[in-house]
């Protein structure tokens, strides 16, 4: 990731996300290929930016490598 050699961490916005919630590096070639091929679903983008937010705090914390807790 760019400006995040080393990933993103879970629960921390995405560096190049901007105020207006756009991609900095939309259509860069060195926006990471996980964004580029991503097709939005509603399983993970609910119906609007509520649900997308809910969802993606629960994922971020399901996954995430230093979660103490059980799922
Ligand atoms: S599309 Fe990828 S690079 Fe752009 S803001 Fe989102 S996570 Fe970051």
Do not use: H, W
Not at 7 to 12: N, V, W
Not at 13 to 38: H, N, T, W
Not at 53 to 60: D, N, R, S
Request: glycine residues 8%; negative net charge; charged residues 25%.
């Amino acid at each position: 990731m760019p400006g995040m050699p080393n990933g993103k961490p879970a629960g921390k916005p995405c560096i190049q996300l901007l105020s207006d919630f756009s991609c900095a590096i939309f259509g860069d070639p060195s926006r990471p290929q996980v964004c580029e091929k991503f097709m939005p679903e509603e399983d993970i983008c609910g119906k609007n930016k509520e649900e997308a937010t809910t969802i993606l705090a629960f994922l971020e914390d399901y996954t995430c490598t230093t979660n103490t807790k059980s799922p």
